[in-house]
Structures are given as structure tokens and as C-alpha cells.
């Protein structure tokens, strides 16, 4: 490992920080901002490499007490938390995971979208009430197949949607920063644009400033009471106070959503509506796919401290 020497920046998978430590040797960022300031005036200089996940990423601010820093490692494809303008300007390299939970992700967005539209979680807990015998059959709920569906992005897992939902007879559109050339898919030139032709928007942007409050209060007006919004991204894409209203007030149809604006914190005025379904950012959350992100995040590392290249760069 010559000179090399990794910091943990940020709670992460357990087997990975074990692999970190014991394998690695790396050092683990205190929480505490006293015993940081601290650390970093210690050791900052210490450290080529970062490896963190996207719950907690790189700013500016932690980047320039590690001077030496070669690459930060982020376990997870968004890396919205890490400033990869000042990582550029520094020239330090960043990696993410992609394509490795490109299909976990696509499932929940699909399963999210029919457990939104057909209430299974509320009808679960209908009958765990004890309701069924007492207040008879649960109330009628949407169709999924056949829906008009448009995604917000068309990357790699927005295409997983789309192609899992093809197969549902929907009707797919889609907008994102460019129209995809020879793509099968209906093209929208706005998020408003998509969302006034749709029953079901199903976000799958990156996060990060360039999709803040994309889906904003207009796109949802314009998605309607008969509308549905499934976000499986960033919560920082949607306005979520926006959103929040709209459900209380009957402005939207439902919401199937697996990331919040503050995570882990969620809009409890959400709780008592059967037409939302509320997840805990479990998109890519399976053994399988957790393994394998653990594994692509070590590659990259092994990478960059043998060679100084990542395998998968951002
Ligand atoms: C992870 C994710 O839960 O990959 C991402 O961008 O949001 C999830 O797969 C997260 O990054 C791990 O902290």
C-alpha cells in the first residue's frame, strides 16, 4: 500500500468497515466536531484515501483538511453529499457503484408504484386490525397495468423502470436532460410537460443541485388528484412541503416514497394516509446487492491504492 492511508468517513455497511479496519488499517472520522477538529489537525495529512457512503459523503470544508487526499470511494451510485466540483478542483478522484443495484432499485420503484396504487401495506394493516370481518371488503383502489407512466431520468435504473413496466402494458414517457436518440420512449420536454400526461410520475434522477425541487409544486399540481409520485431518487428532487400538502389536501391521488428531503427524518402528517406508502431508503437494500456494492467499492479502492485510478469513476 506504499504511503497509502484510507479514512472511514461516515457510518457504513458493517462488513465493510470491518474489511476497512482490520484490512486497511484505516482510520474512522470521530463524530464529534471538537474531537474531528482535532483528528484532522492531527492526521489529516495522513489520508490518500476516503471511503464513505452517500449518506454522508465529502464537502468542501472536510476535503481541504485532508490535503493529500487522492480519492473519496463512495459506497452507493448518488454521491450528491460529496462536492465533486471541489474534489475536480482538487484533482481528487470520486467513484460511486453503479449498475450493481441498478436492478434492486428497479424493483422497489415497480413494487412501490403497485403497492402506492393497489394499497397492499394499508390493506395489510386492515387486516391485521381486524377490520375485515367487521367492517367488510377494503375500498377499490387503481389499476397499475396499462397506467400512463412517466420517469424523470432515463439513466440506468429509469430505463430498468421503464423496461419492468413495459411489461405492464403501460405507456412509458420520460424526461431528462437530453432526449435520448433512438430510445422507445416518448420524450418530454419539462418535468410540468411529462407530468400533465401521465397517471404515475416516477422519479429516478440523480440528486445534487441540478435536480433541486424538480419535481416542484406546478409539476405536482400538474400530476393532479388523479396523479400519482413515486420517488425512489433523492428527496431533495421533490418539493416536499409541496408534496406534503397536496396529499393532505387531496391534490394528488398518492405517493410512494423511499427517500425524504431529510432523511431519516419523514413528514409524520403522512402517517395516517392509506393512499402513501413510506419506506426507509431500502431501494438497493438486499443482501445480494449490498454484497456486491461492498465488493465494487473495495475494487475501486484496491484500484486507486495500487494504481491511483478508480474502476468506476463518476
Ligand atoms: C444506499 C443509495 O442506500 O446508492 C445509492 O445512491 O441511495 C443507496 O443504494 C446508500 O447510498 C448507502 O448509504
Given at each position: 500500500m506504499g504511503n497509502h492511508s484510507v479514512l472511514q468517513v461516515g457510518p457504513l455497511k458493517p462488513?465493510?468497515?470491518?474489511?476497512?479496519?482490520?484490512?486497511?488499517a484505516a482510520a474512522v472520522l470521530p463524530d464529534s466536531a471538537a474531537e474531528r477538529a482535532d483528528f484532522l489537525a492531527r492526521r489529516g495529512a495522513d489520508f490518500t484515501a476516503v471511503v464513505t457512503s452517500g449518506r454522508t459523503g465529502v464537502d468542501a470544508a472536510l476535503m481541504s483538511s485532508l490535503p493529500n487526499l487522492g480519492a473519496v470511494i463512495n459506497f452507493g451510485v448518488g454521491y450528491d453529499t460529496t462536492d465533486v466540483d471541489a474534489a475536480e478542483a482538487r484533482g481528487v478522484g470520486v467513484s460511486n457503484t453503479p449498475d450493481v443495484l441498478t436492478d434492486c432499485v428497479a424493483d422497489t420503484a415497480v413494487g412501490l408504484m403497485i403497492d402506492t396504487l393497489r394499497q397492499f401495506s394499508a390493506s395489510d394493516r386492515y387486516v391485521?386490525?381486524?377490520?375485515?370481518?367487521?367492517?367488510g371488503s377494503y375500498p377499490l383502489t387503481r389499476q397499475v397495468s396499462n397506467t400512463r407512466v412517466g420517469i424523470i431520468g432515463l439513466g440506468r435504473i429509469g430505463k430498468a423502470i421503464a423496461r419492468r413496466l413495459s411489461a405492464f402494458g403501460c405507456d412509458i414517457s420520460y424526461h431528462n436532460r437530453h432526449e435520448i436518440a433512438d430510445s422507445p420512449y416518448t420524450y418530454a420536454a419539462s418535468p410540468v410537460e411529462l407530468a400533465s400526461n401521465v397517471d404515475v410520475l416516477i422519479v429516478a434522477a440523480a440528486g445534487g443541485d441540478g435536480t433541486r425541487g424538480l419535481v416542484s409544486r406546478e409539476v405536482i399540481e400538474e400530476l393532479g388528484p388523479r396523479g400519482y409520485l413515486i420517488n425512489i431518487a433523492r428527496g431533495s428532487v421533490v418539493d416536499e412541503d409541496a408534496l406534503v400538502e397536496a396529499l393532505l389536501n387531496g391534490k394528488l391521488a398518492g405517493a410512494g416514497?423511499?427517500?425524504?428531503?431529510?432523511?431519516p427524518k419523514v413528514p409524520e402528517e403522512l402517517f395516517g394516509l392509506n393512499n402513501v406508502v413510506l419506506l426507509p431508503h431500502v431501494a438497493s437494500g438486499t443482501e445480494q446487492t449490498r454484497a456486491a456494492m461492498e465488493a465494487l467499492t473495495l475494487r475501486n479502492l484496491d484500484s486507486f491504492l495500487a494504481?491511483?485510478?478508480?474502476?468506476?469513476p463518476v
Open positions: 462488513s465493510l468497515a470491518h474489511t476497512l479496519a482490520v484490512d486497511y391485521r386490525a381486524g377490520r375485515w370481518p367487521v367492517d416514497l423511499d427517500v425524504f428531503a431529510d432523511e494504481t491511483g485510478n478508480l474502476v468506476t
